[in-house]
């Protein structure tokens, strides 16, 4: 049998696993939340044999005891052998050490799976997303966490639900959740689910054609196009790792922001890398981006060597200044 694993707050990424579990065959899905009615109306059409769920105030925050002990109970209710969950940052915290309590394995990054007569068999990268490898696992309980684009996400009809409740004992909570801060939507420029990537390259950081550095000029147009296009933010390690080497940095970027061989693999449909030389160690970050273009004044640089779709010669600088006069 399998389970899949959701939290109360449905996703992307949980309608992909859906998708994911559907393919194993017979599968049913165990909810954790403080409601878990709503949520389980929204998954009555997936196909699951039944939907269990531990349901108290406490699981609605991520906790690594309240987590780990919802899903322990929900693993021991279902029977199964074979866990799956998507790949968040509650469930990768959580299901490494109920894996370890339960004497089973866990595989993280899981980008595909497959149904075979002896049981289900695993894709996922190696080596900075340069190997990719299939494996499947005698030892059980096995538990998967599964990346985005596992599968297609699945969408069917809302309904109404049968929920079993499994009780569960945990420890009581010795920490508590006073708010959350975070940023407000125009300054978030770290967007998983936007339709464009756009990447900056350490040539915003150099000297233009007049011999001067415009580093203001490169912040408000990077931020700017971002902002508008509502697009997802990158950079080449270059770039990021300038602050070390005592050069001037832009002050918004981070390592969160790094995308190539030491950083993400972002699974965007577009990508529009500017200033960047388009070698390999940071192309193999573009690998799963569906159509890839670059601004670069060097018509030999690498992303003109059959790395970009399309590659426009000529200054940033001018064709971001254009690109946000029409946005706005």
């Known amino acids: 049998m399998t389970l899949l694993l959701l939290h109360s707050e449905l996703s992307k990424a949980s309608f992909e696993a859906v998708a994911a579990a559907r393919q194993l065959g017979s599968f049913c899905i165990g909810l954790v939340?403080?409601?878990?009615?709503?949520?389980?109306?929204?998954?009555?059409?997936?196909?699951?044999?039944?939907?269990?769920?531990?349901?108290?105030?406490?699981?609605?925050?991520?906790?690594?005891?309240?987590?780990?002990?919802?899903?322990?109970?929900?693993?021991?209710?279902s029977g199964a052998d074979v866990i799956l969950a998507p790949?968040?940052?509650?469930?990768?915290?959580?299901?490494?050490?109920?894996?370890?309590?339960?004497?089973?394995?866990?595989d993280t990054h899981v980008v595909a799976l497959q149904n075979e007569p002896n049981g289900p068999v695993a894709s996922r990268w190696y080596y900075r997303q340069r190997i990719e490898t299939t494996l499947s696992r005698a030892a059980r309980p096995w538990f998967l966490l599964l990346d985005?684009?596992?599968?297609?996400?699945?969408?069917?009809?809302?309904?109404?639900?049968?929920?079993?409740?499994?009780?569960v004992d945990f420890p009581a909570p010795r920490t508590e959740v006073l708010g959350i801060e975070e940023l407000s939507s125009d300054q978030q420029t770290i967007r998983p689910e936007a339709q464009l990537l756009f990447v900056a390259g350490a040539g915003w950081t150099k000297k233009q054609k007049d011999g001067q550095i415009h580093l203001g000029d490169a912040e408000?147009?990077?931020?700017?196009?971002?902002?508008?296009?509502?697009?997802?933010?990158?950079?080449?390690?270059?770039?990021?790792?300038?602050?070390?080497?005592?050069?001037?940095?832009?002050?918004?970027?981070?390592?969160?922001?790094?995308?190539g061989q030491t950083g993400a693999t972002p699974r965007h449909p577009k990508g529009l890398a500017t200033c960047c030389h388009g070698e390999e160690p940071h192309v193999v970050g573009w690998r799963f981006i569906g159509e890839r273009r670059a601004i670069n004044l060097d018509p030999n640089c690498g992303w003109a060597r059959g790395?970009?779709?399309?590659?426009?010669?000529a200054d940033a600088f001018e064709v971001m200044a254009k690109v946000n006069t029409l946005l706005g």
């Open 33 to 77: 939340g403080a409601d878990v009615q709503e949520t389980a109306n929204a998954l009555a059409g997936a196909g699951a044999e039944q939907i269990l769920a531990v349901q108290d105030p406490a699981f609605a925050q991520s906790r690594y005891s309240t987590d780990a002990a919802a899903a322990e109970a929900l693993v021991k209710a």
């Open 87 to 106: 790949m968040t940052s509650r469930w990768a915290r959580a299901l490494p050490g109920l894996a370890q309590r339960a004497g089973g394995r866990i």
């Open 148 to 167: 985005g684009g596992v599968a297609q996400a699945w969408s069917g009809t809302p309904g109404t639900a049968a929920v079993k409740l499994v009780p």
């Open 220 to 259: 408000r147009l990077i931020l700017g196009f971002v902002s508008q296009a509502r697009a997802s933010l990158g950079s080449s390690k270059s770039l990021v790792d300038l602050s070390g080497e005592g050069e001037k940095v832009l002050s918004f970027l981070t390592h969160m922001h790094q995308v």
């Open 307 to 313: 790395k970009a779709d399309v590659l426009y010669v």
